[in-house]
């Protein structure tokens, strides 16, 4: 994997450095195998396990774990991956043992050399026993064989896959194949997140006619941790110091400014002019703009004159309701013949009653590749804020709404 090994590094720097910004109080280790060097716990108390080199210990991530994968060696010996799997997992028990939280080892292989044969039984065997072991210790694994296109399989190579896919048959791996530097990135997922419903509810094509549909995220955007205040104020001996500020804040009268205002005493007020109007929570909540929870059709707008650039927001995913024949066969009946006409709609969307501002944005067709014995179809919603199985991109298009009725343009969000 030398040719490889540049991007594998750049890549997992990148999943440290965003763990150092996401997760401060993750723990990572690093095994390297095939080296030509032997440096780990167990080819010390028992002997073998040889080329697999402990390259950081487990510990929680720091700069130092970064700086680990940096100018990884270029060994010349086989790899071993199984040899590598026992020494990570001996590392993870020996560090949680049976202590709850997420326990997981990624394997990154090109799983191309040939694997020693276990002193008893098979490498079946072995597998299933390292298995067990990591369903007692609950611990779970992610094998990314990287193999580039062009690269003709022997029985090497097919060994060794069918021996991966034991360990995904055996409920504690998953198994993905990425030919491309690039798309490890893709495979490294460092953690899942279970899809939940938006909205449930009907997709108003008319008055007459309403189609039952369930709206899910597709995409969400990243946002960065909130930034806390931090005292130095406690002397650095203090090893119990939690170094964290509080504030409160008082409210007091012009008029007797050595008196504090009880929260039932104060209103909040806006300046008009030179004045100061007061206007209570309850006058606000009167005049408060309350739109009705739904999604609605507006009309259809050519493919075309949607420029990509429009697409501003997250995408959500609108399905029919499972179970549903009626709604199913609606969904793909419309997202067929918006695909047929190249065509898009524009959608008015309020995801939950009491929202206080109304999505616009730009459904667009998912028709999917397999046959099934009920047609099945998704659009995509690129809204203004969101998108659906019907997609609606967020866009743009909240501010420029007016024009979109008038020109029927509308903004998509891939």
Not at 6 to 24: D, F, G
Not at 232 to 250: G, L, R
Not at 331 to 353: F, G, P, T, Y
Request: aromatic share 8%; charged share 25%; glycine share 6%.
């Amino acid at each position: 994997m030398h040719g490889a090994l540049q991007e594998v590094e750049n890549v997992c720097s990148t999943l440290l450095r965003k763990k150092l910004v996401y997760n401060r109080s993750d723990e990572v280790g690093i095994v390297l195998f095939g080296t030509k060097e032997t440096c780990n716990d167990l080819a010390k108390e028992i002997g073998g396990y040889k080329h697999v080199v402990v390259k950081h210990d487990i510990k929680v991530v720091e700069e130092g774990t970064k700086d680990a994968l940096q100018n990884l060696p270029r060994g010349t010996a086989p790899g071993d991956f199984l040899d590598a799997i026992v020494v990570g997992l001996d590392m993870l028990i020996k560090r949680f043992g049976n202590t709850k939280g997420k326990h997981r080892l990624c394997l990154i292989t090109d799983s191309q050399h040939p694997l020693r044969d276990p002193p008893e039984g098979t490498k079946e065997d072995q597998v299933d026993t390292i298995a067990e072991q990591m369903k007692k210790h609950d611990i779970k694994m992610d094998c990314i064989v990287f193999r580039e296109s062009g690269v003709q399989h022997n029985s090497v190579m097919d060994e060794n896959d069918q021996l991966l896919y034991h360990f995904r048959d055996r409920s504690v791996a998953k198994v993905v194949q990425v030919d491309t530097p690039t798309s490890l990135l893709g495979a490294l997922k460092t953690r899942i997140v279970l899809p939940v419903t938006i909205f449930r509810g009907d997709l108003e094509v008319s008055s007459n006619l309403k189609i039952k549909v369930w709206v899910y995220k597709k995409t969400s955007e990243e946002k960065f941790p909130t930034l806390k205040k931090y005292s130095d104020q406690a002397p650095p001996s203090d090893k119990f110091a939690s170094h964290e500020v509080k504030v409160d804040f008082e409210y007091k009268s012009i008029l007797e400014p050595d008196t504090v205002v009880p929260p039932d005493q104060r209103i909040k007020g806006y300046l008009y002019g030179p004045q100061v109007v007061p206007i209570s929570s309850a006058e606000w909540e009167a005049v408060k703009f309350k739109p009705e929870k739904g999604v609605k059709l507006l009309g259809f707008a050519d493919r075309s004159s949607i420029p990509r650039h429009y697409f501003m927001k997250d995408v959500n995913s609108f399905v029919p309701e499972p179970g549903n024949k009626k709604a199913t066969v609606a969904v793909s009946a419309i997202a067929r013949a918006m695909q047929e006409m190249n065509k898009v709609a524009i959608l008015r969307c309020v995801w939950r009653q009491g929202q206080g501002n109304v999505a616009f944005g730009v459904l667009t067709p998912n028709i999917s590749s397999v046959n099934n014995v009920i047609p099945f179809s998704s659009i995509y919603f690129h809204l203004v804020r969101t998108s659906g199985s019907f997609s609606f991109v967020p866009s743009a298009v909240y501010h420029h709404h007016h024009n979109l009725l008038k020109n029927s343009r509308k903004r998509q969000i891939a």
